[in-house]
């Protein structure tokens, strides 16, 4: 249990989940207050402006630091914490809330809370992204476009979102002309899309990388390779429970760094955040630093 001197701070992102941040503070707070937890609270206006506060409250005496959002949130603030001494804990209000799922706790509000507060921190992998911190899953291709069609919606229900918006990219059916280097290993591919796993989920379920294990200081590498609609259509629902990896379009790598170029634009996301990556190459490394995060039974 942490010590009673820690200084918490709770950062709380009030779009996140098309409002559900500002729809549980109550209770949250009221949760904090039963479990005799004293928490600062700092509603921000942004995600950038949650890491900024979230770096500068790191190295002046928050000795844990709760992100209470989406996975765009979340990281956010560990972006803003890495590098210090500091605890990430997450408080999980967005549509996805793949990060919060593989800390492995209960997902009831007064569990999320006194795990927040008072769990044992663990040491997390991190990875960078040309210059940009990550810290579960980065997408390019086809979850990308999934992604960036989910951002559109309105409403938050959770993998219901993204089944929809897999339904409308899967009617685009778009094939992407790849070149990657895992570690040393060299390959130019015709994919749909290639994914580089952290943590195992992204989407609000999608098992894309299901092995990964969040503290081996590797990633796991999913590619798969361009095939028929049909076949998509068959694959798809697969990797709800990870068993996509069985199938002969599917490959698994594992390595610490990747590097993926192409010669068109490519669609990126990573941790609900979308954008294109139009020419050069993406670098994906292992962070130097691992991130403290307050976590169950890894």
Same mark, same amino acid.
């Given at each position: 249990?942490?010590?009673?001197?820690?200084?918490?701070?709770?950062?709380?992102?009030?779009?996140?989940?098309?409002?559900?941040? /500002?729809?549980?503070?109550?209770?949250?707070?009221?949760?904090?207050?039963?479990?005799?937890?004293?928490?600062?609270?700092?509603?921000?206006?942004?995600?950038?402006?949650?890491?900024?506060?979230?770096?500068?409250?790191?190295?002046?005496?928050?000795?844990?630091?709760?992100?209470?959002?989406?996975?765009?949130?979340?990281?956010?603030?560990?972006?803003?914490?890495?590098?210090?001494?500091?605890?990430?804990?997450?408080?999980?209000?967005?549509?996805?809330?793949?990060?919060?799922?593989?800390?492995?706790?209960?997902?009831?509000?007064?569990?999320?809370?006194?795990?927040?507060?008072?769990?044992?921190?663990?040491?997390?992998?991190?990875?960078?992204?040309?210059?940009?911190?990550?810290?579960?899953?980065?997408?390019?291709?086809?979850?990308?476009?999934?992604?960036?069609?989910?951002?559109?919606?309105?409403?938050?229900?959770?993998?219901?979102?993204?089944?929809?918006?897999?339904?409308?990219?899967?009617?685009?059916?778009?094939?992407?002309?790849?070149?990657?280097?895992?570690?040393?290993?060299?390959?130019?591919?015709?994919?749909?899309?290639?994914?580089?796993?952290?943590?195992?989920?992204?989407?609000?379920?999608?098992?894309?990388?299901?092995?990964?294990?969040?503290?081996?200081?590797?990633?796991?590498?999913?590619?798969?390779?361009?095939?028929?609609?049909?076949?998509?259509?068959? /694959?798809?629902?697969?990797?709800?429970?990870?068993?996509?990896?069985?199938?002969?379009?599917?490959?698994?790598?594992?390595?610490?760094?990747?590097?993926?170029?192409?010669?068109?634009?490519?669609?990126?996301?990573?941790?609900?955040?979308?954008?294109?990556?139009?020419?050069?190459?993406?670098?994906?490394?292992?962070?130097?630093?691992?991130?403290?995060?307050?976590?169950?039974?890894?």
């Amino acid at each position: 249990m942490a010590g009673k001197t820690e200084k918490l701070l709770l950062l709380v992102n009030p779009s996140a989940g098309n409002g559900k941040s /500002i729809d549980m503070l109550a209770d949250v707070e009221q949760k904090f207050f039963e479990i005799g937890a004293d928490v600062d609270i700092r509603i921000t206006e942004n995600i950038k402006q949650a890491k900024e506060i979230a770096f500068i409250a790191s190295r002046r005496g928050y000795n844990r630091i709760i992100a209470m959002g989406g996975d765009g949130t979340v990281n956010a603030v560990a972006g803003g914490i890495l590098g210090s001494d500091s605890t990430l804990a997450v408080i999980p209000s967005g549509t996805g809330n793949d990060f919060f799922k593989l800390l492995k706790i209960e997902n009831k509000l007064e569990n999320i809370c006194r795990a927040a507060a008072f769990n044992k921190a663990v040491e997390l992998d991190a990875g960078i992204i040309n210059d940009r911190p990550f810290f579960n899953m980065l997408g390019v291709g086809f979850d990308a476009e999934v992604a960036i069609e989910a951002n559109k919606m309105k409403g938050n229900l959770g993998v219901l979102t993204y089944l929809s918006a897999v339904l409308k990219v899967w009617k685009r059916f778009p094939v992407f002309d790849i070149r990657l280097r895992i570690d040393n290993l060299e390959l130019e591919k015709q994919v749909m899309l290639v994914a580089v796993g952290i943590g195992r989920s992204t989407g609000g379920g999608f098992l894309l990388t299901p092995y990964a294990l969040a503290n081996d200081g590797k990633f796991d590498v999913c590619v798969v390779q361009k095939t028929n609609r049909r076949r998509i259509f068959s /694959i798809l629902p697969k990797v709800m429970k990870g068993t996509h990896v069985r199938q002969p379009e599917t490959k698994i790598y594992r390595c610490r760094q990747v590097e993926i170029s192409s010669k068109s634009a490519l669609p990126i996301h990573y941790e609900g955040e979308t954008f294109v990556h139009k020419n050069g190459r993406l670098s994906v490394k292992m962070s130097p630093n691992k991130i403290r995060v307050a976590a169950g039974e890894l």
